[in-house]
């Protein structure tokens, strides 16, 4: 296996969450930065051992990390079909399946990128098992225009000139199933930077269909809504990004620095606001809410997941809110996955 396209595939994560611990744990030294390491990395004589510990870690955090997820309820006996199915998944060959578990250099993305998602076989993860699949998507990123790559008059007057530009990515899609659960977990990618709401969307929606003809059915899909106030309410996790109406007065975004802050419900300005919206006679009424936990591996690396679950304001007005997925972030493995679905399933009360 080529190193460089794992290298390449690193910058999808989180540096010093993700990336970083990854290429640790596979036995590489990392020194200052993600940019500086991986060109410190690619001078060196590549060792067998080192890469198949990466390409493992790697395969990891396609399934878990930085994905949109939503997950689908399986009726009785459906569970054993799902596995058989995944199991049996085998590659499609192309470019993009050719650098897996990294990505390809975006020239040959472009040319792929009016595809569906291509099947990259199937892996037994940390925790479960998965179908992976990957594609080559697009976003748009505002770039400044340097005044001296225009014509003088184009740039008389203004302070600062931008442009869009296409950003083309490869992502990993999977489709993971669980241990012991009856549900299926999509797990759809998120691009380094520049994500939109909307760009989870047609990757979820193929995945969302295959299932659909796998079980041959319609399915049904986790509300989260009801599990933003009931992570809110429970006993542990630190919040660390709120939405709430203050007893329909105003619309509030609270939102912690991840690293260094306490839980914004012990926070001194946060939980006076509160027992202030109490006394009133009035309610906290949550519409997005962000939590994180502290986990330990068996390693001693300590990782930091969090699952973020964003309706919007205007939801609060309606008889029964949807919110059919959540965003989680900083996972390193399908473990910690399960750790953050351990903490949100039980709050779920509708399926739609």
């Given amino acids: 296996m080529n190193l460089k396209p794992m290298l390449d595939g ?17 036995g590489y030294a990392v020194t200052r930065g993600y940019q500086a390491t991986v060109e410190d990395l690619a001078k060196e004589k590549p060792d067998a051992t080192k890469i198949a510990a990466l390409q493992s870690g790697m395969i990891e955090h396609l399934v878990a990390g930085e994905k949109y997820v939503q997950v689908i309820k399986l009726l009785p006996g459906e569970r054993s079909k799902v596995e ?46 998965a179908a992976l699949f990957t594609a080559a998507r697009s976003y748009v990123k505002t770039v400044p225009v340097p005044a ?15 442009g869009y530009k296409n950003i083309f990515v490869q992502t990993y ?24 709401r909307g760009f989870p969307l047609p990757n979820a929606a193929f995945l969302a269909a295959t299932v659909r003809k796998l079980l041959g059915r ?19 996790g630190k919040l660390v990004d709120y939405g709430f109406s203050a007893g329909g007065q105003s619309v509030n ?5 991840r690293k260094t802050s306490v839980c914004l419900r012990k926070a001194v300005y946060d939980a006076a606001g509160a027992a202030a919206i109490a006394a009133s006679g009035k309610s906290l009424e949550l519409f997005k ?56 399933l039980p709050h779920i009360k509708n399926w739609v």
Wanted: aromatic share 6%; hydrophobic share 45%.
């Fill in 289 to 344: 809410a962000a939590m994180q936990w502290q986990l330990k591996h068996a390693d001693g690396v300590s990782v930091d997941p969090e699952v973020m679950i964003a309706g919007i304001a205007r939801d609060l007005n309606k008889a029964s809110p949807v919110v059919d997925h959540c965003v989680v972030r900083d996972c390193l493995t399908t473990g910690d996955l399960a750790f953050v679905l351990s903490k949100v």
């Fill in 173 to 196: 899609e999977a489709i993971w199933l669980p241990p012991k659960l009856d549900v299926v977990v999509l797990c759809v990618d998120y691009p380094s930077e520049g994500a939109t």
């Fill in 218 to 236: 319609s399915i049904q899909k986790a509300n989260f809504w009801h599990a933003i106030d009931g992570l809110y309410q429970g006993p542990d």
């Fill in 148 to 162: 001296s790559d225009l014509k003088p008059s184009a740039a008389a007057g203004f302070e600062k000139i931008v």
């Fill in 84 to 129: 058989q199915w995944i199991k049996s998944k085998r590659t499609h060959a192309n470019d993009l399946t050719a650098v897996f578990p990294g990505v390809a250099p975006e020239s040959k993305i472009i040319p792929l990128r009016h595809l569906e998602p291509t099947a990259a076989g199937s892996e037994q993860t940390d925790v479960g098992i």
């Fill in 10 to 26: 690193l910058a999808r994560a989180p540096w010093r969450d993700v990336a970083r611990i990854i290429l640790i744990r596979a």
């Fill in 253 to 257: 975004h609270h939102r912690a620095r």
